[in-house]
């Protein structure tokens, strides 16, 4: 961390700060996250990097992040093949490079440039996130965030399902300062409502922006209760905006969490990237970028949950008794099973889309149908 510059943070604005690795801590209602920034090489036609550059790696537990990298737990292409999940949700925020889903529900998706995912794994699913190395031509760089969201007892055996937030869909919030620097905030949970004249861009008597309207949650979601209080935005400043958050309620918790860019002042105490900071969530949040590049800021916020917490592996339940049924209910029914034929199911040359449980398919408005030049792969 910087030392502190002036001005001074307003009174106990800050609640404490720490350093992060990939892995982000969370703040109930949030669990945990983690950020993958992977510079994956051009593809092979099969979805994976050349076999030549597995070398070295300990395939199926590869986290090595050798040349900037790494295969995870796949074999030849990138990703987390099946695995079970229950009693909480995962929101993946795909910034750069795609994933591609399958689910022992029979459900389908290839998502991502900008694409979010918001998974119910309730009673208990089988998923598969695989990353697809489309481009023959190009590095395929990998950006994205997985945030897992805790679910209250009364929700924890909801039905699993997802629901798909496209970014062409995804509202923001765009600003231009006095100086005329654009600031965004996405606008993935949570409604986002500006305050008036931020940061000397509006008259001294101008009235507060409209009210941001967040796309509607699922409906077993955390996010979905009243008063719940939860957000997810990505806040981007370039050097030397300014953007004041504005104010939520007294009973959240507030975290900012600086993974892309250098530095970041909050209430004018500066931090270096990576860190998060923790505020009063019920005072404006003054945020100023120092430095000379831009950065990005995620905001997660939420009232928390406040019930016991019993987490191992894949599963988040209440009690240690029912962790152990969750596990035996895994090993009984395999939530459904696995219907596709290999645990790293991939979509070939499928453009973005998603397939529901019912069958329901769906589209961004902005996918292609295909991605040219790719091989069928899984």
């Known amino acids: 961390m910087t030392a502190p510059t002036a001005p001074a943070a307003p009174p106990e604005l800050i609640v404490g700060a720490q350093r992060i690795t990939h892995q982000l801590p969370g703040i109930d209602p949030f669990i945990f996250g983690v950020?993958?920034?992977?510079?994956?090489?051009a593809g092979n036609g099969q979805l994976g990097p050349?076999?030549?550059?597995?070398?070295?790696?300990?395939?199926?537990?590869?986290?090595?992040?050798?040349?900037?990298?790494?295969?995870?737990?796949?074999?030849?292409?990138?990703?987390?093949?099946?695995?079970p999940h229950r009693g909480f949700e995962t929101v993946t925020i795909v910034r750069q490079g795609l994933v591609d889903h399958a689910d022992s529900l029979g459900a389908t998706a290839r998502y991502g440039e900008g694409d979010v995912?918001?998974?119910?794994?309730?009673?208990?699913v089988q998923h598969g996130e695989m990353f697809p190395l489309v481009h023959q031509d190009q590095a395929n760089t990998l950006d994205l965030f997985q945030l897992w969201l805790n679910l209250p007892a009364k929700r924890k055996m909801a039905p699993?399902?997802?629901?798909?937030?496209?970014a062409s869909d995804i509202p923001h919030f765009v600003q231009?300062?006095?100086?005329?620097?654009?600031?965004d905030v996405e606008v993935i949970a949570g409604d986002y409502q500006p305050?008036?004249?931020?940061?000397?861009?509006?008259?001294a008597d101008a009235a507060p922006p409209p009210t941001v309207r967040a796309l509607r949650p699922p409906a077993d979601s955390w996010a979905s209760e009243p008063g719940a209080d939860v957000a997810i935005w990505i806040v981007r400043l370039p050097a030397g905006a300014r953007l004041t958050l504005p104010p939520a309620s007294a009973q959240a918790r507030r975290a900012l969490y600086l993974t892309t860019g250098r530095s970041l002042a909050v209430g004018g105490v500066?931090?270096?990237?990576?860190?998060?900071?923790?505020?009063?969530?019920?005072?404006?949040?003054?945020?100023?970028?120092?430095?000379?590049?831009p950065i990005e800021v995620l905001v997660l916020q939420g009232r928390p949950i406040a019930e016991p917490v019993a987490a191992r592996g894949p599963f988040v339940m209440n009690s240690e008794a029912e962790l152990v049924q969750a596990i035996r209910d895994y090993q009984r029914t395999e939530f459904g099973g696995w219907p596709w034929p290999t645990a790293a199911h991939t979509h070939g040359v499928s453009g973005r889309f998603a397939q529901h449980p019912d069958g329901r398919i769906e589209r961004p408005s902005d996918a292609a149908t295909a991605t040219p030049g790719v091989g069928a792969a899984g």
């Open 270 to 293: 500066g931090f270096d990237q990576p860190v998060m900071v923790e505020v009063r969530p019920d005072q404006p949040a003054p945020l100023h970028n120092p430095g000379a590049d």
């Open 176 to 183: 231009t300062d006095a100086q005329g620097r654009q600031v």
């Open 160 to 166: 699993p399902d997802f629901t798909m937030f496209w």
């Open 50 to 83: 050349d076999a030549a550059l597995l070398q070295g790696r300990e395939i199926g537990m590869d986290f090595s992040r050798q040349d900037g990298w790494s295969m995870y737990h796949g074999d030849s292409v990138p990703g987390f093949p099946a695995h």
């Open 117 to 124: 995912q918001w998974l119910t794994t309730g009673s208990g």
């Open 35 to 41: 950020y993958h920034q992977d510079s994956y090489p």
């Open 195 to 203: 305050l008036p004249n931020v940061d000397g861009a509006n008259g």
